[in-house]
């Protein structure tokens, strides 16, 4: 009913920058807040970055000053631009988004996920 695709993951020396997108299709009516989390081997999946559809954002401490998350509600996307990555920035990132369509309300939908690999 809502799909989330994401793009942009690769391989990355640190230091290095990289920058991941994301987009929503189906049946949406509405998007509220679109977010980035990530998720490292052996370690809980956590919030990186949320940006709210009133414009509001938070960034996980680690990546504050280096992580800037953006969107294009016409386009129904949302970015992550990763600046002076870290080693320890290695994870899976997920896109994810608070949706409402024609016949549910405040669903809470994923994609399936980008590798990003920073080298030290």
């Known amino acids: 009913q809502v799909q989330l695709v994401e793009s942009g993951g690769g391989l990355v020396q640190a230091g290095g920058s990289l920058g991941l997108s994301c987009v929503a299709s189906?049946?949406?009516?509405?998007?509220?807040?679109m977010a980035w989390y990530r998720q490292a081997p052996g370690k809980q999946r956590e919030l990186v970055a949320r940006l709210t559809s009133a414009g509001y954002i938070n960034y996980h401490d680690s990546v504050k000053g280096r992580f800037i998350i953006s969107r294009d509600n016409a386009k129904k996307m949302v970015f992550l631009q990763m600046n002076n990555l870290k080693p320890e920035d290695t994870a899976v990132y997920y896109c994810s988004a608070r949706v409402d369509t024609m016949t549910t309300k405040d669903g809470d939908y994923w994609g399936q996920g980008t590798q990003v690999t920073v080298s030290s």
């Open positions: 189906g049946s949406i009516v509405y998007i509220d807040h």
